[in-house]
């Protein structure tokens, strides 16, 4: 089974920073559609932004509620997909994942998204 795995998922105070990594298997990372999602308590799990790891695939696109504050980024060389995280709120607090679809290009339509492989989840905590 194929999985994902996230990191870099901690406390933090509300105007803190984080930044998570994703490190996907080399069978699945290149030419991808990779997402992170986040799920905070007793709610849904939502997609939050999504990105592709080869060329001319479109993202990184974003929810209205990270845009300008979160950013994707890929490093390649490292199979490794990351989300910086400023200027982080309470309602920032949730487990967050990270997956894999598939495809030859991310939609602009964020909302679609589903992933096919997924990490474990890293949790992440804002204290006001």
């Known amino acids: 089974q194929l999985q994902l795995v996230e990191s870099g998922g901690g406390s933090v105070q509300a105007g803190g920073s984080l930044r998570l990594s994703c490190t996907a298997p080399g069978e699945i990372y290149p030419s991808n559609c990779l997402g992170w999602f986040r799920q905070p308590p007793g709610k849904q799990r939502e997609v939050i932004a999504t990105i592709y790891t080869g060329f001319s695939g479109g993202g990184p696109y974003y929810v209205d509620s990270v845009q300008g504050r979160f950013t994707v980024s890929l490093n390649n060389a490292k199979n490794t997909m990351y989300l910086q995280m400023n200027s982080l709120k309470p309602e920032d607090t949730a487990m967050y994942y990270c997956?894999?679809?598939?495809?030859?290009?991310?939609?602009?339509?964020?909302?679609?998204?589903?992933?096919?492989?997924w990490g474990q989840g890293t949790q992440v905590t804002v204290s006001s």
């Open positions: 997956a894999a679809r598939g495809g030859d290009y991310c939609s602009p339509d964020i909302g679609r998204y589903t992933g096919r492989y």
